[in-house]
């Protein structure tokens, strides 16, 4: 008879952060090779699908909803002036750029 974890197993894996994570390695090997430098951070959110509730997203219903093993990850750093510009891992030639509006 074995007592006190002499048994142990190791954790399982999670697959669902190792998905993240190489989302965001990828994310951050995309920056560096467009821009030349470290972006200023590494962001990975899951993709979620509603369960019970509103299914649109109106702003006072109640939804519950799941998180889901895979997702999108964003490499940001800070920009000078107005513009943003947003690309693609899969395309980072193409590059499309949003200006902020001014407020009057």
Do not use: Y
């Amino acid at each position: 008879m074995r007592l006190f974890g002499s048994g142990r197993k190791e954790p399982p894996v999670d697959d669902g952060a190792v998905a993240a994570s190489r989302a965001a390695e990828r994310a951050e090997e995309a920056f560096r090779s467009v821009h030349g430098c470290a972006p200023a951070g590494v962001w990975w959110a899951p993709a979620t699908v509603p369960l019970l509730g509103d299914h649109f997203g109106a702003a006072d219903a109640r939804v519950l909803s799941a998180a889901l093993p895979w997702g999108t990850a964003v490499a940001l750093a800070p920009a000078d002036g107005d513009a943003v510009e947003v690309r693609s891992a899969r395309a980072p030639s193409r590059a499309v750029r949003l200006t902020a509006r001014r407020p009057p």
